[in-house]
């Protein structure tokens, strides 16, 4: 099999394909630490894409409360075991985070589920879940590992969980494509979003089986599998309400919690991102490494990247982001000028923001985290959109708006 770099292990690995990269690649980085599980993003999708027949069980965009929470059950538990049964007490990483954008997390000796199949039967090491499994999407909601009596504080709760925002990742190295013995299943080369052939599709589930995130779906009615879109439609430009740019996708723009900010980010060599430092997600990816892939020991290379919650224990978050995890919250935690700035462009604009500016503005006070003083500043950050045209500004301290007493009377 072709050797691929995948630069989220720091190495080399084995896929069924020659490497092939698009130019720009959907991303999306999702702020943890600030959604509130009002499912808006969930149903922003269900209503647009899947209201039909057969499609009653599927959430392309779904919200689990972890630890114990998944859709379909215990999804992640159960691609982990299939890794470990492989490879015994071996999944480990070496070297140290903070590294080169080839290889930012250190590097990866394990195997990935391309690397634990048996190459016989299987190009990539997976399960079909059972009907039961996907049939309670929100099941154990706000169920946390106990319920302690004298409270929680930081830096990590005794007793905890939190909310975690799950589509198809639009792998770099995507577990359906290689599966799909019909070639259904494709990359788009202009934005690397997946899609699913429907003509091709003949059912056979291989993509199901495949996707550790379980991410591809089969409908009964039509006999076929379907997946996420990306929305490509307002990603491309073509929707009608686009007005012809780039526009984030349904559940992306509708976040109340703004705990989403998409991007299309520019793909090199080898797959590494571009370098684009006046992008905000390669900002907060490549510069500070704030935000982190899902389980990139999968080893598909995933493009939504997750800002860790603060106060859950260190090991489980290693295990579910990788080795980055204690650098990135304590970037989060302490924020610079321009992360402050950057966390602000969250659903600031339904355009996809492409560069962004940060003018520096007055000191306005101090405030004491984590028991170290910082000092903020009201800085403003502009977005621009994919022709360098201001699409947003909007300054650090939300500004103050006194109502005229009229319009408080009653
Ligand atoms: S819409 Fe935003 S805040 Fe609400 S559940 Fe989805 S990601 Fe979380
Ligand atoms: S998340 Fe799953 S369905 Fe989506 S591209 Fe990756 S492997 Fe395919
Ligand atoms: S990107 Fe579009 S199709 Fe995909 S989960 Fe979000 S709303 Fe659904």
New binding site residues.
């Given amino acids: 099999m072709p050797a691929v770099h995948n630069w989220q292990l720091g190495r080399e690995m084995t896929y069924r394909y020659d490497p092939a990269y698009p130019k720009l690649q959907f991303a999306a980085v999702?702020n943890i630490n600030?959604?509130?599980?009002?499912?808006?993003?969930?149903m922003a999708c269900k209503s647009t894409w899947t209201l039909s027949e057969g499609q009653d069980l599927m959430w392309w965009n779904n919200?689990e409360t972890k630890p114990f929470g998944g859709y379909p059950r215990n999804w992640d538990v159960k691609a982990l075991k299939l890794l470990e049964q492989s490879n015994p007490g071996k999944q480990t990483w070496s070297g140290k985070p903070g590294g080169p954008k080839d290889a930012p997390y250190g590097k990866f000796d394990g195997k990935t589920l391309f690397e634990a199949a048996d190459g016989d039967q299987q190009v990539v090491s997976g399960y079909i879940p059972t009907d039961e499994e996907w049939t309670a999407p929100n099941i154990y909601e706000d169920t946390a590992t106990a319920y302690p009596k004298q409270g929680v504080s930081l830096p990590e709760h005794s007793a905890w969980f939190f909310?975690l925002?799950r589509l198809c990742n639009h792998c770099a190295y995507p577990a359906c494509v290689a599966a799909c013995p019909r070639n259904a299943v494709y990359k788009r080369p202009e934005d690397g979003i997946v899609l699913v052939d429907q003509e091709r599709c003949r059912g056979y589930r291989k993509c199901v089986e495949a996707c550790p995130y379980k991410k591809s779906m089969y409908r009964p009615t039509t006999r076929t599998s379907e997946k996420c879109i990306g929305c490509y439609p307002r990603v491309e430009g073509s929707d009608p309400a686009t007005e012809g740019l780039p526009t984030e996708t349904r559940c992306m723009s509708?976040?109340?919690?703004k705990?989403?900010l998409q991007g299309l980010v520019q793909i090199g060599d080898k797959g590494v991102w571009k370098e684009d430092p006046k992008n905000p997600l390669y900002h907060m990816v490549h510069i500070e490494q704030v935000a982190l892939p899902l389980y990139p020991q999968f080893g598909t290379q995933p493009n939504i990247y997750y800002i860790p919650p603060r106060w859950v224990p260190r090991p489980y978050l290693r295990q579910m982001f990788g080795p980055g995890v204690d650098a990135a919250i304590e970037r989060y935690t302490n924020p610079s000028r321009e992360m402050l700035g950057i966390l602000q462009l969250f659903r600031a604009s339904q355009q996809i923001v492409f560069s962004y500016e940060l003018v520096k503005g007055p000191k306005v006070e101090e405030v004491v985290v984590d028991g170290k003083t910082r000092e903020i500043f009201n800085d403003t950050v502009i977005g621009f959109d994919s022709k360098g045209k201001e699409i947003v500004r909007i300054s650090v301290l939300e500004p103050f708006v006194e109502r005229p007493g009229y319009l408080n009377s009653i």
């Fill in positions: 999702f600030r959604c509130i599980a009002c499912q808006t993003c969930t919200v909310y925002q509708v976040c109340p919690g705990i989403r």
